[in-house]
């Protein structure tokens, strides 16, 4: 398996743009989430998934920001107007279930999305 | 509610020394515990768990890590530290009360600095 992908890898805006980060998980994972890294606020949980539906936004920073995932291989966090203030490492992580009695809840992440808001 | 801590932003050590990077952790259960490494410009990469059974579990690179109820610790360690292991560590707990979810809580990191 190729493992979590994410896309763009790198991407530089200016405010109030929209930004659209995409993310694969690997196949058969049924829990998704999207973690945001600073070096002020470190790894903050911004929304997870579980079979597609949203289970928990909390850590979603503002109305800026919303997650969608349409079907069990894709997910888009999308940010409008983006300010500077976004400017971090986005992170998309997957896993199995732990009722599917094949996994302890480790994670699995991508590589990550660097966004620069100018 | 689930919290891990890491006390250490910063641990420097020389190469071929043993290493440790410290983890405390509160659950209201028996928990889960997990190691991460992430080298720069890369995600997090699992390195090792400690779900049931013998405290001191080995992981990846050569790493274990040694589960202490009493004190409620999940230290890392290796033998002898390389250069390359320079990185950021994360502990991260998870309490299997909490249900099927997956859901980590990460601990604030530790940068791990290995010199010649």
């Known amino acids: 398996d190729a493992g979590v992908i994410q896309s763009p890898r790198h991407e530089v805006t200016e405010m109030g743009q929209e930004v659209t980060l995409r993310c694969k998980p690997i196949?058969?994972?049924?829990?998704l989430f999207w973690y945001r890294q600073t070096m002020m606020r470190g790894l903050e949980l911004l929304i997870y998934?579980?079979?597609?539906?949203?289970?928990?936004d909390s850590g979603m920073p503002e109305d800026r920001f919303s997650a969608k995932m349409p079907n069990a291989s894709f997910s888009t966090l999308k940010i409008q107007p983006s300010e500077p203030r976004d400017s971090a490492v986005y992170f998309c992580?997957?896993?199995?279930?732990?009722?599917?009695?094949?996994?302890?809840?480790?994670?699995?992440f991508g590589e990550g999305s660097r966004l620069t808001v100018l | 509610a689930q919290s891990v801590a890491q006390p250490e932003d910063q641990v420097n050590v020389a190469e071929g020394n043993p290493l440790t990077v410290k983890c405390t952790y509160s659950?209201?259960?028996?928990?889960?515990l997990f190691w991460y490494v992430q080298y720069p410009n890369r995600g997090l990469q699992f390195l090792l768990k400690y779900i049931t059974g013998d405290n001191l579990v080995k992981g990846s690179y050569g790493f274990e890590a040694e589960f202490n109820k009493s004190q409620t610790s999940f230290h890392l360690k290796k033998p002898s530290a390389l250069v390359s292991d320079s990185a950021l560590y994360f502990c991260a707990v998870r309490d299997p009360l909490t249900g099927t979810a997956s859901k980590l809580t990460f601990g604030t990191g530790t940068r791990l600095q290995v010199t010649l």
């Open positions: 659950v209201s259960g028996n928990p889960y």
């Open positions: 196949s058969g994972h049924d829990y």
């Open positions: 998934f579980n079979n597609n539906v949203p289970i928990d």
């Open positions: 992580a997957s896993s199995w279930s732990i009722k599917t009695g094949e996994s302890t809840g480790e994670l699995f």
